[in-house]
């Protein structure tokens, strides 16, 4: 069975930083792209960002290219996501997700909040 | 970018009943770029149907979508009472670039 476990949310002050962590089971990770969605308290899905199985490529939101960075560690089955320069506006439960066939996020974990707030 | 509208926003049913969602794309998309997610109250989002109409492993046949070019459907036939949640669009673009309708949230009436 897919389990997906993020981790790392929390109150963090604008113009701060925070990792998530994204700890992955029940299948062969290395073998998927992975990717994160957000959604602010009460809103609609976002789509943040996707690395492909080997981590080689990656890609962003236009809105949030340069400020997060998103990685993985095949060895530990983790994904990661980096955010630096936080604004109100980025507070949202934050999701990863396993990508099934490209077009869909196939599987998913059951979040982390991070509020962005003095 | 393609903007997907969903619509009714919210859509008041009752159990037994058949549910009709639409998504409109703003622009002609390929149909297996077309997506559908529920999401209980409290829970993550559940992968339904890709390709606009290919069921995902585990979601029951009450369950199907259809269309193409810039109009899709999801059709709930004989609503349970855990089918009301909101509903998601997606689409997968080039780029890449993933979009997601605002959704339609379907409650009992």
């Known amino acids: 069975e897919v389990q997906l476990v993020e981790s790392g949310g929390g109150l963090v002050q604008p113009g701060g930083s925070r990792r998530l962590s994204c700890a992955a089971s029940?299948?062969?990770?290395?073998?998927?792209?992975m990717s994160w969605v957000r959604q602010a308290p009460g809103k609609g899905l976002e789509w943040v960002s996707i690395?492909?199985?080997?981590?080689?490529?990656?890609y962003y939101a236009d809105s949030l290219r340069g400020r997060f960075t998103i990685s993985r560690d095949n060895s530990k089955s983790t994904l990661y996501l980096q955010m630096n320069s936080l604004r109100a506006e980025d507070t949202a439960k934050y999701y990863c997700?396993?990508?099934?066939?490209?077009?869909?996020?196939?599987?998913w974990g059951q979040g982390t909040m991070v509020t962005v707030s003095s | 970018e393609v903007v997907l509208t969903q619509s009714p926003g919210t859509l008041s049913l009752s159990p037994g009943e058949r549910a009709t969602l639409s998504c409109r794309a703003s622009?002609?998309?390929?149909?297996?770029?077309l997506v559908w997610y529920q999401q209980r109250p409290g829970q993550a989002p559940r992968l339904l149907i890709h390709?606009?109409?290919s069921r995902a492993t585990g979601i029951p046949d009450r369950f199907s979508g259809s269309g193409s070019g810039t109009d899709f459907t999801l059709t709930i036939t004989r609503l349970e009472p855990e089918d009301f949640a909101v509903y998601y669009c997606?689409?997968?673009?080039?780029?890449?670039?993933?979009?997601f309708g605002q959704g339609t949230r379907l409650e009992i009436k």
């Open positions: 997606q689409h997968y673009g080039s780029s890449p670039m993933y979009t």
């Open positions: 390709g606009a109409s």
């Open positions: 622009q002609s998309i390929i149909t297996n770029s």
């Open positions: 029940g299948f062969t990770f290395s073998s998927f792209a």
């Open positions: 690395i492909t199985g080997s981590g080689g490529r990656t």
């Open positions: 997700a396993k990508v099934g066939v490209i077009t869909s996020f196939a599987s």
